[in-house]
């Protein structure tokens, strides 16, 4: 009967041993399907959120282009009126290099040093290629007066460049 006892024991030991890690597994598995419509809701979500973001960001960026895009208007403007101004500036009933001289002496390939401009009469001029040049404009930020610098004669006036900070002239006069 002890024999019986521990054999039945076992049995029912080993019976149970073997049904808990199924029902685990059943039930881990029932845990998984209630879970897997909520992921797949979730997943589903996700898309729609980063879309969402995505139209968001553009439309952060849009905006911020558009006063970036009036300003490069203004500038652009700017930098007409600017001109129109230099070239009035420059034209207004001052000395005239003739052709051949000017070609002789001036241009981007005759480039040259102020050092320093004489004042006269409170208005800095300086003298390159047998000529006075007088300033019409201030000296540029950054400009040093050692710099290699030009003359050139366009729309109408004569400017001085400074090959080193392309895109700025300054309007001078032939004296």
């Known amino acids: 009967m002890k024999l019986a006892g521990i054999i039945g024991t076992a049995v029912l030991s080993l019976t149970l041993g073997a049904a808990a890690p199924a029902y685990a597994q059943e039930d881990h598995a029932q845990q998984e399907e209630h879970a897997q419509p909520e992921d797949k809701k979730a997943q589903q979500d996700k898309p729609a959120q980063q879309e969402e973001k995505k139209a968001q960001q553009e439309e952060k960026k849009t905006q911020a282009d558009k006063p970036a895009q009036q300003e490069d208007k203004n500038t652009q403007q700017e930098k007409t009126v600017q001109h129109d101004q230099q070239v ?34 409170g208005h800095p001029r300086f003298q390159y290629g047998g000529y006075w040049f ?13 710099d290699n610098v030009y003359v050139d004669y366009v729309d109408g006036g004569y400017f001085l460049y400074n090959p080193f900070h392309p895109g700025i002239r300054v309007v001078i006069v032939v004296i």
């Not at 207004?92 to 002789?104: K, L, Q, S, Y």
């Not at 007088?134 to 540029?140: I, K, L, T």
């Not at 930020?141 to 050692?146: A, E, I, Q, S």
């Open 88 to 121: 009035q500036h420059a034209d207004v009933g001052h000395g005239r290099i003739p052709d051949d001289r000017f070609r002789a002496n001036f241009g981007r390939e005759h480039v040259f040093v102020i050092n320093r401009p004489v004042i006269v009469e």
């Open 134 to 146: 007088g300033f019409s404009q201030p000296w540029p930020t950054g400009w040093l007066y050692t």
